[in-house]
């Protein structure tokens, strides 16, 4: 326990990619914005709305690459065993995507109780994801940073277990299942009925529920790479 919660914490020792970064991107996306539709908002009639929220989980997604690739040498180079280093970086990154969230939570509701920043903004929240419930909406920000988090950490561990060979097998996996389900949907004709279902997806179930069963799978595949993986 000891040894996880020390890995936990080394994590901070580079808090520039954890935290500085993340947050620095996300708050020079949200002031980008507010300029540009504060100017524009004379001018454009729809309600203003932006993706720039993607932008800390996609910040994220690379810190946790970086994990794995400077901090996993590092750490069993001090004697860190696998096992621990994992849950270390687990426990860590729970932690953080449960700050993370409480954060962007507490920034939409500022957002909605100022009427979208005095201009009819949206940013912290998506209209057609929106959730009413509270604990599901927490949830739906806390929720992606996991999945993209161990969908980070395990792509970098199949480079580090088994190289290039790896990434270039996992790009060709990826490459025949995405290109041949694009194929078979086009000629059966899928496309409408694959937008009615996920039309008829609540917002829960796009932020919460289906990220959450991806994540799972994630986890345990990265836990068993990581016990093979070279530094």
């Given at each position: 326990?000891?040894?996880?919660?020390?890995?936990?914490?080394?994590?901070?020792?580079?808090?520039?990619?954890?935290?500085?970064?993340?947050?620095?991107?996300?708050?020079?996306?949200?002031?980008?914005?507010?300029?540009?539709?504060?100017?524009?908002?004379?001018?454009?009639?729809?309600?203003?709305?932006?993706?720039?929220?993607?932008?800390?989980?996609?910040?994220?997604?690379?810190?946790?690459?970086?994990?794995?690739?400077?901090?996993?040498?590092?750490?069993?180079?001090?004697?860190?065993?696998?096992?621990?280093?994992?849950?270390?970086?687990?426990?860590?990154?729970?932690?953080?995507?449960?700050?993370?969230?409480?954060?962007?939570?507490?920034?939409?509701?500022?957002?909605?109780?100022?009427?979208?920043?005095?201009?009819?903004?949206?940013?912290?929240?998506?209209?057609?994801?929106?959730?009413?419930?509270?604990?599901?909406?927490?949830?739906?920000?806390?929720?992606?940073?996991?999945?993209?988090?161990?969908?980070?950490?395990?792509i970098a561990l199949v480079f580090k277990r088994?190289?290039?060979?790896?990434?270039?097998?996992?790009?060709?996996?990826?490459?025949?299942?995405?290109?041949?389900?694009?194929?078979?949907?086009?000629?059966?004709?899928?496309?409408?009925?694959?937008?009615?279902?996920?039309?008829?997806?609540s917002g829960a179930a796009l932020l919460v529920?289906?990220?959450?069963?991806?994540?799972?799978?994630?986890?345990?595949?990265?836990?068993?790479?990581?016990?093979?993986?070279?530094?």
């Open positions: 326990m000891n040894r996880t919660l020390t890995v936990a914490r080394l994590q901070f020792v580079a808090w520039p990619s954890m935290v500085g970064w993340p947050w620095g991107i996300l708050a020079l996306s949200f002031l980008i914005n507010l300029a540009l539709f504060t100017a524009m908002n004379e001018t454009v009639d729809a309600t203003p709305t932006t993706g720039g929220l993607a932008s800390i989980y996609v910040v994220m997604f690379v810190a946790c690459i970086n994990v794995i690739t400077q901090d996993f040498p590092f750490a069993i180079g001090l004697g860190v065993s696998r096992r621990s280093f994992y849950l270390g970086n687990v426990l860590q990154f729970g932690g953080q995507a449960i700050v993370y969230a409480a954060a962007l939570y507490l920034l939409s509701m500022i957002e909605e109780a100022t009427g979208g920043w005095g201009i009819d903004l949206t940013f912290f929240g998506i209209p057609f994801l929106w959730v009413e419930n509270p604990v599901l909406r927490f949830l739906g920000f806390a929720i992606p940073f996991l999945l993209l988090g161990f969908l980070g950490i395990a088994w190289g290039v060979n790896g990434m270039l097998t996992l790009s060709t996996v990826a490459l025949v299942v995405i290109g041949g389900t694009v194929v078979l949907a086009t000629w059966r004709g899928w496309w409408s009925a694959i937008g009615g279902w996920f039309a008829d997806q529920g289906w990220p959450a069963l991806f994540t799972l799978p994630l986890a345990a595949a990265s836990y068993l790479i990581i016990r093979r993986a070279t530094p």
